[in-house]
């Protein structure tokens, strides 16, 4: 287990710094075995040390490409997989370690409207051309967005300027549908945090961003 400070989403490409003994040890061994390791969100404390408080729902991450370097650091690249549970935390040694059980979507779950996720699709993009102008860390607005809504919505989430406890939100919801509502609520919010922005480093009203969808 690799607990961050920020939320892995199913998708979503992770590269990695990897300085501490006990992580460098983690992706040894995950390299010698199937290159998988779970990330989960540090909720209090720090990446560094240990002693954090961590939350019990997060992704697998894939490595795809791994380097180490001459003093014996990492550089690792990793792709989001599938979303988990945990089910028991172990001894943190040699590194944090968890037992898990996947979580994936249900196979219940009512199917996420289509209509409703275009219109996600670009209320995100107007938000990603908004937080541009803000200064804001998001993705590109004209980003590819799969046509598939499970996984669109994920892509979403990885790209939206949310914070990490919002991203934990939507990590949690159990299907697409309830992404979509859930999703398109947090832009709402993110609109009036990123217009405030920009009025404040002197832009005026911001421009009304083109309907990218």
């Not at 390791?37 to 992704?59: K, S």
């Not at 991450?61 to 370097?69: G, Q, W």
């Not at 398109?184 to 009203?205: E, K, M, T, W």
């Not at 911001?206 to 309907?211: E, I, R, Y």
Request: hydrophobic share 40%; aromatic share 6%; proline share 10%.
């Amino acid at each position: 287990m690799f607990p961050l400070g920020s939320v892995l989403f199913p998708t979503m490409v992770l590269p990695l710094h990897v300085f501490e003994p006990r992580y460098r040890a983690l992706t040894v061994d995950c390299l010698r075995d199937d290159r998988t390791f779970g990330v989960v969100l540090i909720e209090r404390g720090n990446e560094v040390g240990g002693g954090d408080v961590r939350t019990d729902v997060g992704t697998a991450a894939r490595i795809v490409d791994a380097e180490e370097l001459p003093d014996g650091r990492w550089t690792v690249v990793a792709v989001g997989t599938d979303r988990f549970r945990v089910t028991e935390w172990l001894e943190d040694d040699p590194y944090p370690r968890a037992r898990v059980e996947d979580w994936p979507e249900p196979d219940d779950a009512p199917p996420p409207e289509r209509a409703a996720f275009e219109s996600l699709v670009g209320e995100a993009r107007r938000i990603m051309a908004l937080a541009s102008e803000a200064n804001v860390s998001s993705g590109p607005a004209t980003a590819e967005v799969t046509d598939d809504p499970v996984l669109g919505t994920w892509q979403l989430a990885a790209m939206s300027p949310l914070g990490p406890l919002d991203r934990q939100e939507l990590l949690t919801t159990p299907d697409a549908a309830g992404r979509i509502a859930l999703l398109s609520s947090q832009l709402d919010d993110a609109r009036s945090v990123l217009v405030a922005r920009i009025n404040d480093l002197g832009g005026g009203p911001p421009n009304t961003p083109p309907d990218l969808r």
